[in-house]
C-alpha cells in the first residue's frame, strides 16, 4: 500500500497512516523504516505515532506518551509486559515513496 | 518430625513480628504458627496511626496481608478474642468457644488505652486513641463537635491533638502534670514544647484534674477541675497512658506484676516456661515498655529462645524522636539529670525557639541524656555517641551549638562510630549489618531498606543509614549512581554545565561528544529542557523537536484519549471582556469543554490535532499567547485582585503579578512552576503553596520559596522581607536561575532545597549574600532568556512546513475515529468505553 512522499516521515518524528480501517504508525530511524500500529493497548488511544523514539537495552523503542510503555519498532512488543503488543508491518521505501504491506 | 505448634495471641505490631521473625529463621518449616486477633484486620502500623488523618488508609498502614500469611502457611483468626488460658492442659479457648492447643504460647495482647476513672466518662463522644476503629469514632465524632479537648500532655495526647486540629476542631490539651511529656523532657524543654504548640493554635492547660464531666452549656460538655476552673467541649479523648492487657495471665495464674503487666525473664519467658509475653503486655525488671523497638526486641528474643538460641533481653534504650504537630522533639537516655552529680549544657534559641540540653557524666566524660526540642537534627549524632558510651569532644556544647558560616557542622561523624553501633534500633541494625549489605552490592538507601530493613520501622534513622552508607561507598570506592540514564553517565547538573561550557546547541552534538546510544524518552526532554533553559531556542526546530515530549512537540496537553487540551495566557489572571468573548466562541465553534483552571486561566479541553493550528490563529488574533500548561516551565502567576481594588490590599498584588508573569514567562525548568502574589497578609492568592510566592506588606514584599501543592503539598519558606520591586525581582532571578542550573529532573523546589546541603539558610547564603559570587552571573543567563522570548505557537502557525506535523493522518483527510465524545452537563466529555461500543454498534447498523 502506497503511503506518502519519503520526505513526509523525517528522522525519529513519528507519521500516521490510516490504511483500511487501521491507524499505523511510521518511523524513521538510523535511516531505516519502521511500522507499527499506533493504538496504544494501555490507554486505547491512538498515540504510538506521537512517541518519542530511542534505544533502550540496545533494543529500537517508541515511549507511549500516555503512561511512558515502551514498545519495540521492529516486532511492537512492549518492554515492559512482553506478553502485550502491538501488530507490526513490513514497510519499504521506492523510488521516493513509502510503502507499508497491510 | 511432627512439627511443634506456636499459638500468638494478638496480632499487632509485636506480634506480626514475632511471627515474621520466625518465618526468616532457618528452621521455620519446623513450626505451625496460628496467631489469634481480636482486631479484624491483621497487623498495622500503629505507630504512624495519625497519617490516617492525613489520607492513609487502613490499607496504606498494613505490616502484613492474609495472602502473605496463607503462602506461609500461617492460620489467622480475625475478630476471636482468647477469653481462657488452661496451662496445664495446654490450651487457650476463643470467646466463640472455639479451643487452640499449642507446644508454646506467646501472648502479644498490647496494651489498652487508661481512663481515668472520672465521672461521666462513658457518654458518647468520650473517645479513645488506638486502632483504627477508634479512629473512625473520632472522624465520626469531629462531625459533630467544633471543640475538642485530650486528656493527656504525653507523646500520644500530642498525636492526638494533631489529629483534632487537622480535623478543623478548636483543641486543647489537658494535662495533670505541670508540663508537656513530663516523662521524656525536662521543664526546659517542656515550656519550649508548650510554647510552640500553643501557637499553632493548640491550647493547653497544665495541672489540671479532671473532676466530673457533667452537661455544658455552650459545648455538649463541660470538664471540672479540682481547681474550681472548668472547660467546655463536644468531644473529649483520653490519652492518659496505656494499662497492659495482662487480664489472661491475671486470671488464669501466671505471675503479674503489683501494677499489671505479665513477669517475664531475659529470655520473655512467663512463670510457666512454655508461654512466651511480649511488647507492651510484658513486665520485665518491673518495667513496661511501651515503645515499639524494645516490643520488637523482645519478639527476636522470643524467637531466638524457642529456636535454641541464647538471645536474652536486658532492658532497652526509651530514647525517642518524634514530630509532635509538626514539632520536632528527642529526648534521649537521663533526659532529666537524675543521676547524681549529671553536668548540663543548655542551649536556648528564644526566637527560634529551640532548646537543647546535654546532660554529661559527673566526670564531664560521657553523654548520659539530651533534650532537643525545635531541631532534633543532632539527634541520631547524640545517640550514638551515648549509647556507645563515646568520649565527648573537648568542647562539648559544640555538639548542640548551631554552626557558625564556614564551620562545618561539629560532629563525630558516621566513622567515629564502632561497627557494633545500632544504626535502627526498630529493626535493630547496626553499623556493619549496613556497611556489609553495601559490600554485598546494596547501593541505594531502597536496596539498604529492603536487604536491612533498616530505616523501615519509624523512619528516624533513614538520614544516619544514608550517611553510613554513602562513607562505605566512598571506602570502597565507588560512585553514588547518579547517572539520568543508560545514555548519559551524568547528572542533570553536570549535563547543564557540559551545554552551557561547551556552548552545544544541538541533542546530537551532546550525545556524539558525551553519551552513548540513540537516547530515549528520559534523557531527550531532559536534555531538550535544558537547551531551552540555556539558548531558549524554538522548541519546534527540527532538530530540537524530535527530543520533546508529545505535549511540548504539539504545544498543548495531550488528554487520555489522545486529544489536547490549549491554556493561552492570562498573566496575572487579569482578563478583558472582548478576551474572555474571544475564548468563549472558539470554544463554541471548535465544541471544546471549557473549565477554569487553579491558575486563573481558562482550559479548552478536546481538540483534535488537526484542529490545533486554526484554533490558535484565532486565539493570535484575538490576542493571545501561549501559556507554556504543557512545559516544564513557568506556568502562572496567580493574584488577588489588590489595593487597586481591595479595601485591605496594601500594593497593586495584580500589576507585580503580571510584570513577574510577563518576565518569566516560558522559563524551562526541571520541573513545572508556580507562582502567586498576595496584595496583603490575608494571603488571598495562596501565594505560601507555590514555588515562588509573594506578599504584600507595609513594609514592601515579602519573597517565600518552594512551596507546592499537588501530591505532598509544602508550605513556602519565607526567604526575605520588605523589598522593593528591583530587589524582589533581582532574588527571583538569581533563585530561578540557581535552581535550573542545579536541580535534578523533575525535582520541585522543594526537594531540590531539602536537598542541598544547608537547605533555606545556604540558599539564602547564595542568593542574598552572594555568597558563591554568582549573583550577577545568573541575572545575565536570566536577562538573555527574557530577551529571546517568542511566542511558540505565533511562530509555528507562520511557517507551512511545521504546520505539516498537525496532520492526523499522513495520507488521508479523515479524522481520527478512536476519538468519540458524548455530552454531559452541556458540553463533551470523552466517551467510555462502553459508550465507544455503542457508538460503533450504532455507526455499524447505520451503515449496513
Not at chain 2, 531466638?304 to 509538626?326: C, N, P, R, V, Y
Not at chain 2, 547496626?430 to 520501622?457: H, L, Y
Request: charged fraction near 25%; proline fraction near 3%.
Amino acid at each position: 500500500m502506497d503511503i506518502c512522499d519519503s520526505s513526509d516521515v523525517l528522522p525519529n518524528l513519528g507519521v500516521r497512516a490510516l490504511v483500511n480501517d487501521e491507524q499505523i504508525a511510521i518511523y524513521r530511524v538510523q535511516g531505516q523504516l519502521y511500522a507499527i500500529g499506533s493504538i496504544d493497548p494501555f490507554s486505547g488511544a491512538a498515540v504510538l505515532s506521537r512517541g518519542i523514539v530511542g534505544d533502550v537495552k540496545g533494543q529500537l523503542v517508541v515511549a507511549s506518551p500516555i503512561y511512558k510503555q515502551h514498545f519495540n519498532l521492529a516486532t511492537g512488543v512492549c518492554l515492559e509486559e512482553p506478553s502485550v503488543r502491538v501488530k507490526s508491518y513490513p514497510v519499504r521505501e521506492i523510488a521516493g515513496r513509502v510503502q507499508v504491506l497491510v | 518430625m511432627k512439627k511443634q505448634k506456636i499459638v500468638v495471641v494478638g496480632n499487632g505490631m509485636v506480634g506480626h513480628k514475632f511471627i515474621d521473625t520466625l518465618l526468616a529463621s532457618s528452621n521455620a518449616d519446623q513450626y505451625q504458627i496460628v496467631t489469634i486477633a481480636e482486631e479484624p484486620r491483621l497487623a498495622y502500623d500503629r505507630v504512624q496511626l495519625s497519617a490516617y488523618f492525613s489520607g492513609s488508609t487502613a490499607e496504606d498502614l498494613m505490616l502484613t496481608s492474609e495472602t502473605y500469611y496463607q503462602e506461609k502457611g500461617v492460620s489467622y483468626k480475625l475478630n476471636e478474642k482468647v477469653v481462657e488460658l488452661k496451662p496445664e492442659e495446654n490450651c487457650v479457648v476463643t470467646a466463640s468457644g472455639h479451643k487452640e492447643t499449642y507446644d508454646q504460647l506467646v501472648l502479644a495482647t498490647g496494651s489498652y488505652p487508661f481512663v481515668p476513672p472520672v465521672p461521666g466518662r462513658e457518654q458518647p463522644h468520650c473517645l479513645v486513641y488506638r486502632t483504627i476503629e477508634d479512629l473512625e469514632a473520632i472522624t465520626a465524632s469531629a462531625k459533630q463537635s467544633k471543640v475538642g479537648v485530650v486528656v493527656g500532655g504525653g507523646l500520644l495526647g500530642l498525636e492526638a491533638a494533631n489529629a483534632l486540629k487537622n480535623l478543623g476542631l478548636e483543641t486543647h490539651v489537658v494535662e495533670f502534670a505541670p508540663r508537656l511529656m513530663a516523662v521524656q523532657l525536662d521543664e526546659g524543654g517542656g515550656q519550649v514544647l508548650r510554647s510552640k504548640i500553643e501557637k499553632l493554635g493548640v491550647k493547653v492547660h497544665t495541672e489540671k484534674n479532671t473532676q466530673e464531666i457533667v452537661a455544658g452549656e455552650k459545648c455538649r460538655y463541660r470538664m471540672i477541675f479540682a481547681d474550681g476552673n472548668y472547660l467546655e467541649t463536644d468531644m473529649i479523648l483520653f490519652s492518659a497512658g496505656i494499662r497492659p492487657r495482662d487480664e489472661l495471665a491475671r486470671k488464669f495464674g501466671l505471675g503479674v506484676g503489683e501494677r499489671g503487666g505479665i513477669v517475664i525473664n531475659n529470655y520473655c519467658q512467663t512463670t510457666v516456661p512454655n508461654i512466651y509475653a511480649i511488647g507492651e503486655c510484658a513486665l520485665w525488671s518491673n518495667r513496661i515498655f511501651g515503645l515499639v523497638a524494645p516490643g520488637y526486641q523482645m519478639a527476636r528474643v522470643a524467637v531466638s529462645h524457642i529456636t535454641g538460641g541464647t538471645e536474652q533481653f536486658l532492658g532497652a534504650d526509651m530514647s525517642t524522636k518524634l514530630k509532635l504537630l509538626g514539632v520536632e522533639v528527642a529526648s534521649i537516655g537521663d533526659a532529666q539529670a537524675r543521676t547524681p552529680g549529671a553536668l548540663s549544657y543548655v542551649y536556648q534559641d528564644g526566637i527560634n525557639e529551640i532548646y537543647k540540653r546535654l546532660v554529661l557524666s559527673p566526670d564531664g566524660k560521657k553523654l548520659i541524656g539530651a533534650v532537643l526540642v525545635g531541631d532534633s537534627s543532632a539527634y541520631g549524632n547524640l545517640l550514638q555517641i551515648c549509647l556507645n558510651h563515646m568520649e565527648v569532644p573537648e568542647s562539648p556544647e559544640q555538639l548542640i551549638v548551631p554552626a557558625s558560616d564556614g564551620q562545618a557542622a561539629t560532629g563525630l561523624g558516621v566513622d567515629a562510630l564502632p561497627e557494633t553501633a545500632t544504626i535502627c534500633s526498630c529493626h535493630d541494625v547496626s553499623k556493619g549489618a549496613i556497611c556489609c549489605a553495601v559490600r554485598d552490592g546494596a547501593t541505594t538507601i531502597g536496596a539498604i531498606k529492603s536487604s536491612t530493613k533498616a530505616g523501615t520501622g519509624c523512619g528516624g534513622c533513614v538520614a544516619l543509614a544514608t550517611q553510613v552508607m554513602n562513607s562505605e561507598l566512598t571506602k570502597l570506592g565507588v560512585d553514588i549512581c547518579t547517572d539520568v540514564c543508560e545514555h548519559f553517565s551524568y547528572t542533570r547538573q553536570e549535563l547543564y554545565h557540559l551545554v552551557r561550557v561547551g556552548n552545544i546547541r544541538t541533542f546530537e552534538e551532546l550525545i556524539e561528544k558525551h553519551g552513548r546510544g540513540l537516547g530515549c524518552d528520559i534523557c531527550k526532554p531532559l536534555v531538550a529542557s535544558i537547551l531551552a533553559s540555556c539558548w531558549n531556542e524554538l522548541i519546534m526546530k527540527n532538530e530540537l523537536a524530535h527530543l520533546q515530549d508529545t505535549n511540548d512537540y504539539f504545544m498543548a496537553n495531550m488528554q487520555k484519549s489522545g486529544t489536547y487540551s490549549i491554556v493561552p495566557r492570562v498573566a496575572g489572571g487579569e482578563i478583558t471582556p472582548d478576551k474572555l468573548i474571544a475564548l468563549g466562541m472558539v470554544g463554541k465553534k471548535y465544541r471544546l469543554y471549557t473549565k477554569i483552571t487553579g491558575g486563573q486561566r481558562i482550559d479548552l479541553f478536546g481538540a483534535q490535532l488537526e484542529d490545533l493550528p486554526a484554533i490558535w490563529q484565532e486565539l493570535i488574533d484575538a490576542g493571545f499567547e501561549t501559556g507554556h500548561a504543557y512545559g516544564k516551565a513557568v506556568r502562572t502567576v496567580k493574584s488577588c485582585v489588590g489595593s487597586t481594588w481591595c479595601r485591605y490590599g496594601v500594593l497593586d498584588s495584580v500589576g507585580m503579578a503580571i510584570a513577574i508573569e510577563e518576565r518569566y514567562k516560558g522559563l524551562r525548568a526541571p520541573h513545572k512552576l508556580k507562582f502567586a502574589v498576595s496584595g496583603c497578609t490575608r494571603e488571598c492568592a495562596e501565594a505560601q503553596s507555590k514555588d515562588v510566592g509573594v506578599i504584600a506588606t507595609e513594609n514592601g514584599w515579602s519573597l517565600y520559596v518552594c512551596g507546592n501543592g499537588g501530591m505532598k503539598p509544602r508550605h513556602a519558606d519565607l526567604f526575605a522581607t520588605g523589598l522593593d520591586d528591583q530587589t524582589l525581582l533581582k532574588y527571583i532571578d538569581r533563585f530561578l536561575m540557581f535552581y535550573v542550573r542545579t536541580a535534578d529532573r523533575l525535582q520541585r523546589t522543594s526537594v531540590w532545597m531539602d536537598n542541598l546541603e544547608g537547605g533555606l539558610k545556604y540558599l539564602k547564603s547564595v542568593i542574598i549574600d552572594d555568597k558563591l559570587g554568582v549573583g550577577a552571573e545568573l541575572e545575565k543567563e536570566m536577562q538573555m532568556v527574557i530577551d529571546a522570548y517568542q511566542c511558540e505557537w505565533k511562530s509555528t502557525i507562520s511557517d507551512p512546513e511545521k504546520l505539516k506535523r498537525f496532520r492526523t493522518f499522513v495520507n488521508s483527510n479523515k479524522r481520527d475515529n478512536t476519538v468519540v465524545f458524548v455530552e454531559e452537563r452541556e458540553q463533551i466529555r470523552p466517551a467510555n468505553e462502553e459508550e465507544i461500543v455503542r457508538f460503533v454498534e450504532a455507526n455499524e447498523l447505520e451503515t449496513a
